[in-house]
């Protein structure tokens, strides 16, 4: 069975990749530099992928994502 999002629809690719180097321990800024794009970008991926799992935080929405086996 695939993991359930929020919304039923699938993490895009960048929102992929955020909570993806959030999970390597990166911070907002960090993942902005490393990726050439604002920082506020990052935290609308952020917000959006808290949105899609239904976490409250960064470190809710790894934890959430380990256990569906998204990353």
Known sequence: ARPLLRDEQPLSP?????????????GP??????????LVTIRNHIAAVLHRLGCHSQLEAVA????????
């Open 64 to 71: 959430t994502a380990r256990r569906r086996g998204l990353i």
């Open 29 to 38: 800024t960090a993942i902005a530099d490393r990726l050439g794009i604002s």
């Open 14 to 26: 960048r929102q992929h990749q955020v909570l993806a180097l959030l999970d390597e321990g990166l």
